[in-house]
Nanobody
């Protein structure tokens, strides 16, 4: 069992930046598949970024590619999502999620591929 806790959300102006953190407890998730998702009010949960177990590639959703950056610090059992050039449409609750096994590439963007989820952190982009 692994517990995830997101932090770093808040209110930011358009064009600004935020860095989200997702800390894991219970066990190390350095070898797990890990994803970031977001959900805006009235919308379905949307894929943002992910890494697969055993894979060095980082996957990004089309709407965030070039603006968001996924990174990890295995020593701290923490992953990060650096968000730059934020837009009002980035406003959402951001979740991290993980799965202990390798996720096939075609399923990396699917919510149902992940076993454990954090509670989420609110990001609001507004002037």
């Amino acid at each position: 069992q692994v517990q995830l806790a997101e932090s770093g959300g808040g209110l930011v102006q358009p064009g600004g930046s935020l860095r989200l953190s997702c800390a894991a407890s219970g066990r190390s998730f350095s070898t797990y598949s890990i994803g970031w998702f977001r959900q805006a009010i009235g919308k379905e949960r949307e894929f943002v970024s992910a890494v697969r177990r055993g894979d060095t590639n980082i996957y990004y959703g089309d709407s965030v590619k070039g603006r968001f950056t996924f990174s990890r610090d295995n020593a701290k059992n923490t992953v990060y999502l650096q968000m730059d050039s934020l837009k009002p449409e980035d406003t959402a609750v951001y979740y991290c999620a993980t799965h202990p096994n390798r996720i096939i590439t075609s399923a990396i963007r699917a919510v149902e591929s992940y076993s454990y989820w954090g509670q989420g952190t609110q990001v609001t982009v507004s002037s």
